[in-house]
């Protein structure tokens, strides 16, 4: 069975910083592209970042330069490190694995929120 676990989120003021982590399925983890995506209230879903099992990242151009993705693949684990937070980044967060065999089907952890205050 798939698990993909994330925590993390909270509350924090504009400027500042927040790491969020999702323990994953090592049957999974190995083998996906592992990300993030947030949806905002009334809003679609939209890609954070993401990481290749070989380490490659892709970011959503709103948080390009303030966040980080990273994996550790010892521990079956993807981190988010979001720093310079804005009010705007206030969401819904979600872990993500994609196999990179199967592109285009996705796996979904539960969401944990993040409010940003100004």
């Known amino acids: 069975q798939v698990q993909l676990v994330a925590s993390g989120g909270g509350l924090v003021q504009a400027g500042g910083s927040l790491r969020l982590s999702c323990a994953a399925s090592r049957t999974i983890f190995s083998i996906s592209v592992m990300g993030w995506y947030r949806q905002g209230s009334g809003e679609q879903r939209e890609l954070v970042a993401t990481i290749t099992s070989s380490g490659s990242t892709n970011y959503g151009d709103s948080v390009k330069g303030r966040f980080t993705i990273s994996r550790d693949n010892a521990e079956n684990t993807v981190y988010l490190q979001m720093n310079s937070l804005k009010p705007e980044d206030t969401a819904d967060y979600y872990c993500?694995?994609?196999?990179?065999?199967?592109?285009?089907?996705?796996?979904w952890g539960q969401g944990t929120q993040i409010t940003v205050s100004s």
């Open positions: 993500n694995a994609e196999p990179e065999a199967y592109p285009g089907y996705h796996y």
